[in-house]
């Protein structure tokens, strides 16, 4: 299973091993793996690889350490990589995405949006996305009714911005502001659990390639469960 002859590091190729494990079903979701010591003999390599394999496994949320029990499996996360629909990031995963919208109406242009909307009235879009049964997201979109042609809570089933596309709207770009958000009665409402979990907010302005403004999205995030992962780069972030 190792080939400690090939240019591959031994500890990368043991990372792949277990993860195959994993998507063969060898270790569950919630299961405890084999220990670092069990590896290290299966393997025949160092317990300094098992760690430097499995550390990396814990950072991308494939596997959890808990002191003095083990290393679990994960469930999966929804990640999402640079700009994506939430429906095109669940597809991907192979996962079953249900869309529940809780308010859909049109609104006159709140006084925090008129400097950035030109227009008098927009539609309010409130939707719960649920993944494999769990609700992980609450979205609310406010848009123009300019922009959009014949809306109806069948269309907003699906992808947001494949309907915008219809619409001859293409998203290209976002400004986000990403803030971490303490759970709440309100929120464990909204989500339909009864335990405290953490919880990102992320408030977005999307635009087009050119630069047309095109909508603002405020949405709430289960962190157990989504995974937000930004490219870096030489620019300066504005810190608050």
Request: with cysteine.
């Amino acid at each position: 299973m190792i080939d400690k002859s090939s240019p591959i590091p031994v500890y990368y190729q043991l990372k792949e091993d277990i993860k195959n494990k994993i998507n063969r079903g060898v270790w569950k979701v919630g299961e405890c793996i084999d220990s670092e010591r069990e590896l290290s003999d299966q393997y025949s390599v160092s317990r300094m690889t098992i760690r430097q394999a499995l550390g990396e496994l814990v950072q991308e949320g494939i596997l959890v350490r808990e002191k003095g029990k083990g290393t679990f499996v994960c469930e999966p996360k929804v990640k999402q990589k640079n700009i994506m629909s939430f429906s095109e990031i669940v597809s991907k995963s192979g996962r079953i995405l249900e869309t529940r919208v809780r308010e859909f109406m049109i609104i006159d242009t709140p006084e925090e949006f008129e400097e950035i909307f030109k227009f008098e009235q927009l539609y309010k879009i409130d939707r719960l996305r649920i993944v494999d049964g769990d609700i992980v997201a609450n979205e609310i979109v406010y848009i123009p009714c300019d922009y959009c042609g014949y809306i109806d809570e069948e269309k907003l089933q699906g992808s947001f911005f494949s309907m915008l596309k219809d619409f001859g709207y293409e998203v290209g770009n976002a400004d986000s502001d990403i803030r971490a958000v303490i759970m709440n009665e309100e929120y464990k409402q909204l989500f339909e659990i009864d335990k405290e979990i953490p919880l990102l907010k992320i408030h977005s302005n999307f635009f087009t390639e050119d630069g047309k403004f095109l909508f603002v999205e405020e949405s709430v995030y289960r962190s157990d469960k989504y995974v937000l992962e930004v490219n870096m780069s030489t620019r300066i972030g504005k810190l608050r």
